[in-house]
């Protein structure tokens, strides 16, 4: 039998994104794309928003890395920001923990995602094959539900990490002034 033939997959660079000229999507060995898109609507508090957060890696100088981060309410171009970090172990620090504190779940974990009650929900995306060429992009929602325990636990984290959210906006539109 013939040795199975490797595919490649690239996530598409956001569009917002002022480094996508420069860098792509990092695909690490196990072909894992490191690219995270969430959702949270909420309509009794009028919440639908986004987060789109990718792990990219410059073009040209393969060993310097960036995580881009993207939020704000569907339908709005929302604030972005890049976290610190340039090498490719402080990035997927840096996009484990965000991961973490907007989901509840670890990105190792990602394949079997649990939705949490006041956090974001994984937009999964099919990206396309790069040894194909064939184009396959696709979203959907991708949740599991939780136990009552778990809800209560949740509920209370709920008010803290909108305090945080709140505090990251103020900070981005104290910068940007």
């Known amino acids: 039998m013939p040795p199975k033939k490797k ?20 695909t690490d060995d196990d072909g894992v794309v490191w690219s995270f898109t969430g959702n949270q609507t909420e309509i009794a508090k009028n919440n639908n928003k986004f987060y789109i957060m990718q792990l990219l890696q410059n073009k040209k100088n393969p060993k310097k890395f960036q995580t881009w981060t993207r939020w704000g309410r569907v339908g709005y171009e929302g604030q972005t920001k890049i976290l610190p970090g340039t090498t490719l172990n402080e990035c997927q620090k840096a996009f484990e923990k965000k991961f973490k504190e907007k989901t509840k779940n670890k990105w190792e ?44 636990e949740e509920e209370k984290d709920e008010e803290e990490e909108d305090e945080e959210e709140e505090e990251e906006e103020e900070e981005e539109q104290t910068q940007s002034q």
């Open 7 to 26: 595919t490649t997959t690239r996530g598409k660079v956001d569009e917002l994104c002022p480094l996508s000229s420069s860098h792509e999507v990092y």
């Open 109 to 152: 974990d990602k394949d079997s995602f649990v939705k949490c009650k006041g956090k974001y929900d994984m937009i999964e995306i099919e990206f396309e094959d790069a040894s194909s060429g064939k184009r396959k992009i696709s979203a959907k929602k991708k949740t599991t539900k939780r136990s009552k325990a778990s809800e209560k």
